[in-house]
C-alpha cells in the first residue's frame, strides 16, 4: 500500500524536523568531547544496588544511598569505555562518586517506555579507583558524533525524498 499524497508530504515535514531537532541538539547545544570538572556535578555515597539491562546493548543503573534516582551509562559507553577491574568493584556497600552533567544534576531525565527517571552518568569512581573517567567519556561522545556525521544525512535525504514524492503525486492528483 501506497502513502498518500498528504501522508508523504507530512512525513517528509516530519523527517526534517527531526533533522533539525538532531542536528541542532548534537551539534550546537550539545557539543560532544567537550566536557571538563567544571561541566559537572559529583554525588558521592555508598552504592545501595545496581542493575544492568539489556542483551545486546546494554546500560547499567546504580543507585546511591539517599539518592531518588538511578544513576544510568547507556550502551556504547558501558561497559566498552570501563575498567574493567574498578568494575569488578561495583557492589552494594562500595563508596562511590558519580559525576552527571550540570544540566541533569537538578533535573533528571525520565524515560517514558519503563516510566523512570535518572540521572545519565559521565564518570564513576569506586572506592576512589576511576571506573569510568571523563575523558572515556568525552572520547565516546567524539566517536558518537561520526555516527551522527553519516545518519544524519540519510535521514535528511530521506525526508526529503519523501517531501518530494508527496508534493509530485500531489501535483498529479490535482491535474
Known amino acids: 500500500m501506497q502513502p498518500t499524497p498528504m501522508q508523504s508530504i507530512l512525513g517528509g515535514v516530519g523527517g526534517m524536523i527531526l533533522f533539525g531537532y538532531v542536528m541542532l541538539s548534537l551539534f550546537v547545544l550539545d557539543p560532544p568531547g567537550k566536557l571538563t570538572s567544571a561541566h559537572v556535578k559529583v554525588f558521592s555515597g555508598t552504592v545501595k544496588s545496581t542493575s544492568e539491562m539489556g542483551a545486546q546493548d546494554r546500560s547499567l543503573d546504580v543507585w546511591l544511598e539517599g539518592q531518588e534516582f538511578p544513576f544510568r551509562c547507556f550502551g556504547g559507553v558501558y561497559p566498552q569505555s570501563f575498567d574493567k577491574e574498578a568494575l569488578a568493584l561495583l557492589r552494594p556497600g562500595v563508596y562511590a562518586s558519580v559525576s552527571v552533567q550540570l544540566k541533569d544534576a537538578d533535573q533528571p531525565r525520565h524515560n517514558r517506555a519503563q516510566n523512570q527517571s535518572f540521572r545519565p552518568m559521565v564518570a564513576l569512581e569506586l572506592n576512589g579507583r576511576p571506573a569510568l573517567t571523563l575523558e572515556k567519556y568525552n572520547q565516546w561522545s567524539v566517536e558518537n558524533q561520526k555516527t551522527a556525521h553519516l545518519v544524519l544525512p540519510i535521514l535528511f535525504c530521506c525526508s526529503l ?8 503525486k500531489r501535483k498529479m492528483s490535482q491535474g
Open 161 to 168: 525524498g519523501l517531501f518530494w514524492s508527496g508534493m509530485q
